[in-house]
């Protein structure tokens, strides 16, 4: 069992940076695969990064490749998304995600977090 709490979500100006967090309960963090995923209203919900278990592998979303940087302590059982020069359109319901494989399938991802909200003003 894994509980994800995430935080740092906000209001930010167009061309603008965040970092979300999202800090995971257990000894077994390590043993994950993270993700994170987002929903805006009126939409499903879409892959944004994803990193594997010792970091050595990510991937991202074509719409937020060379914007957005994935990383993991897992001494701090802690996963964040860096989010650089942010767009309106980048405005969602940022979820963290945990599977025991990597995946950008959502439906494949046994444990969530609660959701955070970043809104990007134009």
């Known amino acids: 069992q894994v509980q994800l709490v995430e935080s740092g979500g906000g209001l930010v100006q167009a061309g603008g940076s965040l970092r979300l967090s999202c800090a995971a309960s257990?000894?077994?963090?390590?043993?994950?695969?993270m993700a994170w995923f987002r929903q805006a209203p009126g939409r499903e919900r879409e892959f944004v990064a994803t990193?594997?278990?010792?970091?050595?592998?990510?991937s991202y979303a074509d719409s937020v490749k060379g914007r957005f940087t994935i990383s993991r302590d897992n001494a701090k059982n802690t996963v964040y998304l860096q989010m650089n020069s942010l767009k309106p359109e980048d405005s969602a319901v940022y979820y963290c995600?945990?599977?025991?494989?990597?995946?950008?399938?959502?439906?494949?991802?046994?444990?969530w977090g609660q959701g955070a909200q970043v809104t990007v003003s134009s």
């Open positions: 257990g000894r077994t963090f390590s043993s994950y695969n």
């Open positions: 995600a945990a599977a025991p494989f990597p995946t950008h399938l959502s439906r494949l991802y046994a444990y």
């Open positions: 990193i594997s278990k010792s970091s050595s592998t990510t």
